[in-house]
């Protein structure tokens, strides 16, 4: 396969498509043996959790980059009775965060941010102190949710978008929740931020930069942010989103934030994404070790959080690297099982719990953190 990217620097426009050494490793496909002792365990959990009476989405395996187990089922839009295939982009609320932190550690790769530079360096009216851009990457800036101090100080009528986040932040004096860095605190803010930086820093729109940074470079096809203010063909093919009655949940006045989430994305454009982690060209391996390490270690426990990463970490186990997501009808659950190389997808467009228990699963190719009994 011959991969092309999009290299920047200081003298290079973003829409400059340069030819780059290939992005993917090749791995080996699992063997025969490999594949008898384990679909019928894949296919166990599917059948247990995700089977067509409630799970209507995508879901895939892969070991070593390699499909070993699909399906998609069910309807991207019910009305009209649409299939979805794996061809379908489906909204993936917070997963959307690891794309934006992948984003930026290509830009600090093309040496145009470093993670300890201060959010101030690139956002002046910024009303904090001492708050850096890997502080918004592994939620330890102490900023509060926008969608809880906006609640009694914005026009619902109006679509929210990034840059009146940081008008609210600044015209309304919004207090950190504690002191930057010294809490793990899981807000949104953080990333709605960062992507007004990656505007800032690319000189174009958050979709149009993610774009050409991520989506491009590796051929995810099929992938785009959100932007109310422009279509685009992908937008026509995309995922309905259905609560778990089938009801169409309708836009709300939070739904124009990006960064944090609105990523449209199909199960396959997101394994291109993890295989392209597994060589040192797309992300260096030092670029890389910043994602995959934990940051938050001020209180016990096995939970952590990388650069848009979740890690669960216990003694005696393999890491488990997950970034799960959950916006209107839409949850998501994209898996990295790295020290076996094996991914695990699951994508609904309407309302499941079901797709959180693909962290179970796991057990059944390695030493992690959970338990799945086939039954």
Known sequence: MV????????????????QKPEFFINMKKPDHNWLQLNIPKIDSFFNKYLDSSIFNGQFLVAKNGHIVYERNLGFSNFNKEIKISSETPIHVASVSKFVTATAILRLVQDHKIDLEDDVKTYIKNFPYDGITIRMLLNHRSGLPYYAYFSEDIWDKSKMMKNSDILNLLV????????????????????????ALIIEKITNSSFPEAIKKLVFEPLGMTKSYIHNFD???????????????????QKDDFLDGIY????????????????????????????????????????????NNYGLGIRIIEEPDKS??????????????????????????????????????????????????????TEE
């Open 259 to 302: 960064g944090d989430k609105n990523l449209f994305t199909t199960s396959h454009d997101l394994l291109l994404l993890d295989k392209a982690l597994y060589a040192n060209v797309f992300l260096s391996s030092e670029n890389k070790n910043e994602i995959f390490k934990g940051y938050s270690y001020e209180s016990a426990g096995k």
């Open 171 to 194: 015209d309304n004096k919004i207090p950190l929740n504690y002191p930057p860095n010294t809490h793990f605190s899981y807000s949104n803010t953080n990333y709605a931020l960062m």
């Open 319 to 372: 890491k488990y690297f997950f970034h799960s997501g959950w916006w209107h009808g839409n949850t998501a659950m994209f898996s990295m099982l790295r020290s076996d190389t094996i991914t695990i997808i699951a994508l609904s467009n309407r309302y499941t719990k079901s797709v959180f228990a693909v962290n179970r699963l796991a057990s059944c190719f390695g030493n992690y953190p959970f338990h799945f």
């Open 3 to 18: 991969c092309y990217s999009c290299e920047f620097n200081q003298d290079t426009p973003l829409d400059t498509v340069i």
């Open 230 to 248: 422009k279509e685009n063909a992908l937008n026509k093919s995309a995922a309905l989103s259905y609560n778990s009655k089938f009801v169409i």
